[in-house]
């Protein structure tokens, strides 16, 4: 059983900022590039950041500026420092990771989501 939780959602005022967090449990022997993603109402899922398990990172270019993506490996955990949010930040922020099984196996796991909203 793997598990990847996030936390750290939340209402926020705009202008302001959250530190998302992910953390990965279960039969994990080995943790691949994490990432997150959103998805805003009536929208698909979107690509916001990701980090290597060595701590090389990519933007989306519409959060580029604003957010800050950063992993502990001893936590298995991933963060998303967000800043200067807008209204338009309003979504679900969903964790995803590429795990290597304590059975072999390869995959790739999505979290359950956290809300953010972003009032005007």
């Known amino acids: 059983q793997v598990h990847l939780v996030e936390s750290g959602g939340g209402l926020v005022q705009a202008g302001g900022s959250l530190r998302l967090s992910c953390a990965a449990s279960?039969?994990?022997?080995?943790?691949?590039?994490m990432g997150w993603y959103r998805q805003a109402p009536g929208k698909q899922r979107v690509f916001l950041a990701l980090i290597t398990s060595g701590g090389v990172t990519s933007y989306a270019d519409s959060v580029q500026d604003r957010f800050a993506i950063s992993r502990n490996n001893a936590k298995n955990t991933v963060y998303l420092q967000m800043n200067s949010l807008k209204p338009d930040d309003t979504a679900v922020y969903y964790c995803?990771?590429?795990?290597?099984?304590?059975?072999?196996?390869?995959?790739?796991?999505w979290g359950q989501g956290t809300q953010v909203t972003v009032s005007s």
């Open positions: 279960g039969s994990i022997f080995a943790i691949g590039p």
């Open positions: 995803n990771a590429d795990l290597v099984l304590r059975t072999g196996a390869s995959t790739n796991y």
